[in-house]
């Protein structure tokens, strides 16, 4: 069983279209999280979501907006995207109190075209 | 935010050799990870160790929290050890709750 699922692995698309990545968890944690992976392979936050609430929104463009439908699921929906939106998008969850270990999805790559 | 500066930035290895990778923070954290990038970019959890010191098979880990560093020691590695690895801390304070601050990786290659 695979514990936090995103799906696609890949997507390639065009400039100016919009693609959404989905998230899965199974762990039952509370909070999840999107992690944006440069090309030179920095991993940074990009928001982060407990109980379905947004409690962390790092200087994303506005371009990018996530939703949560429940705590298990967060989704990211991005709009017009440009080229240097081409990146490894992950997917985290992870407890809010106590043993606060995160686990990862297996990445979206993106290429915009 | 909190600073990581993980050392090496590249480590290439024979099969066989030991290693050991440090992770420096910045300020006091909650928590500390430490993942393997494979090659196929996925993100493996190697150890949740906030302080201590764990031991899985060839690989270990320790923390000193009040001195703000990590280190992950890898014995007689393996053509499979190869990646990225990264060190990543938590810090629980506010909004910042739960989000982990990662360093820019060590890359290790080992060779057959």
């Known amino acids: 069983d695979t514990a936090v699922s995103q799906t696609p692995k890949y997507l390639v698309t065009q400039m100016g279209n919009d693609k959404s990545i989905k998230c899965e968890q199974n762990l039952g944690h509370d909070t999840m999280y999107w992690y944006k992976q440069d090309s030179k392979k920095f991993l940074k936050i990009m928001f982060s979501y407990n109980n379905k609430e947004l409690i962390i929104n790092e200087t994303v463009p506005n371009r990018f907006s996530p939703k949560s439908p429940d705590k298990a699921h967060l989704n990211l929906h991005i709009n017009s995207l440009e080229l240097g939106d081409s990146a490894v998008y992950f997917c985290?969850?992870?407890?809010?109190?106590?043993?606060?270990?995160?686990?990862f999805g297996q990445g979206t790559r993106l290429t915009v075209v | 935010g909190i600073q990581v500066e993980q050392s090496p930035p590249d480590l290439i290895l024979q099969e066989g050799a030991n290693s050991t990778l440090r992770c420096n923070f910045s300020?006091?954290?909650?928590?500390l990870q430490w993942f393997h990038q494979n090659p196929w970019g996925q993100l493996i959890n190697l150890f949740y160790?906030?302080?201590g010191t764990k031991q899985n098979g060839r690989l270990s880990a320790t923390t000193v929290a009040t001195e703000r560093y990590s280190l992950l020691y890898i014995s007689s590695s393996q053509t499979t050890d190869s990646g990225v690895y990264f060190c990543a801390v938590t810090r629980y304070r506010g909004s910042t709750l739960g989000r982990l601050y990662f360093g820019r990786g060590t890359q290790l290659t080992v060779w057959p």
């Open positions: 300020d006091s954290v909650n928590n």
């Open positions: 985290a969850s992870s407890r809010r109190e106590g043993n606060t270990e995160a686990f």
């Open positions: 160790i906030p302080s």
